[in-house]
């Protein structure tokens, strides 16, 4: 009995320190500022937020989508639909896959044509994840969202792959009954930051705003970053193929079910798409994507390879704050056009097409 109180007590807990909005758009980058904590976690334990009949925009990727794209910033400008920012650091492409699938999870089939996936594009995410995801803390080829699938038990490991233990339909009651265990490691990780700020003089590895504004890479720095990502992407020279043919049938899939899909060819700065052996392949494949979507009404592309100055990047890959804007309002601009402004009457009178070469619009 007294454990059962105690269990009450933090769950009630919880809801008073932590209330969960039950729908509307969520920013998934603010996981720190929840009971989730970390942008897996969020995204696996809060995705029932999309399993409702409303217009939504899902951006999925990697970290460079996650704060390039402000999801205030492109909600604001954008009122056809509700904006959710789902980009994960160290995200690959079947990863971005995990992410779609258990969106679709907790959604009923009719309501699938309702989203529009906005999924961010850089070389970094053509790796296979048997060669991302080696590290010994984990099974080699487990994602973070695999990670979050096994950690509370809603998925079980087998030799055909992660089985449901609790049915997408159970999955708030699965969090509620989970609450009180997230509240005391929230304690736990906020007093660990606190001492962490104590010894080192800050709280966390991640830099802020403010810092990420100012701050210059050193031509040290940069060759670390080379160094770094050709060790990440397997010292193969180039993209993974499978990679590139797990994105095409992604992208296939999610048109071909009535979903739409906007394909973001993210920018890096030009020093680092100059020397990286892996931008080539990745451009070419890009290219091809777009030219083989090109002629689907549901499908829509952007680049924004003007915006490659190298001040303008806090890193090998992050905008800085003041080009994050940028990135967001190209982003709403693109939306608006392609579900905004009479998008129903233009769709309902031209039929689906054959996969063709022509280019996308931009």
């Not at 080696?134 to 038990?153: L, M, S, V």
Request: glycine content about 6%; proline content about 6%; some cysteine.
């Amino acid at each position: 009995m007294s454990l059962a109180f105690l269990y009450a007590l933090f769950a009630g807990l919880s809801f008073i320190v932590f209330p969960d909005p039950s729908s509307g758009p969520r920013d998934f980058q603010a996981a720190d500022r929840t009971l989730y904590m970390t942008v897996p976690k969020y995204v696996f334990l809060g995705r029932s937020v999309f399993d409702n009949p409303d217009n939504k925009v899902i951006l999925v990727g990697a970290s460079n989508t996650g704060v390039g794209f402000r999801q205030k910033v492109v909600q604001a400008a954008l009122g056809c639909a509700k904006v959710s920012n789902l980009g994960m650091g160290g995200a690959n492409i079947s990863e971005v896959k995990q992410v779609i699938d258990l969106v679709h999870a907790v959604q009923d089939d009719r309501d699938r044509p309702l989203n529009t996936f906005v999924i961010g594009a850089w070389f970094g995410m053509f790796v296979d994840s048997d060669v991302k995801f080696a590290d010994p803390d984990r099974t080699r080829g487990d994602t973070d969202i695999d990670i979050e699938r096994y950690r509370y038990g809603f998925f079980r490991r087998t030799p055909d792959g992660p089985v449901a233990v609790l049915p997408p339909k159970w999955l708030d009651a699965g969090v509620v009954a989970l609450r009180p265990l997230l509240l005391i490691e929230k304690v736990v990780r906020q007093a660990r930051s606190s001492v962490s700020e104590f010894v080192v003089g800050r709280n966390t590895a991640q830099r802020s705003d403010a810092e990420r504004e100012v701050v210059v890479m050193s031509e040290q720095d940069k060759k670390k970053a080379l160094e770094y990502w050709n060790d990440t992407m397997g010292h193969t020279g180039e993209i993974s193929r499978a990679q590139v043919a797990l994105l095409n049938d992604t992208i296939e899939s999610l048109l071909r079910s009535g979903q739409k899909v906007v394909l973001a060819d993210l920018p890096i700065p030009a020093w680092f798409r100059d020397n990286s052996p892996y931008q080539r392949s990745y451009e070419v494949s890009i290219k091809t994507l777009i030219q083989q979507f090109g002629s689907w009404p549901t499908f829509a592309s952007m680049t924004m390879s003007d915006l490659d100055r190298d001040l303008d990047y806090s890193d090998e890959v992050h905008a800085k704050p003041h080009v994050a804007q940028i990135w967001s309002t190209r982003l709403a601009t693109v939306l608006d056009t392609f579900l905004c402004k009479d998008r129903s009457e233009r769709l309902a009178t031209v039929p689906l097409p054959v996969l063709g070469t022509t280019t996308a619009p931009h």
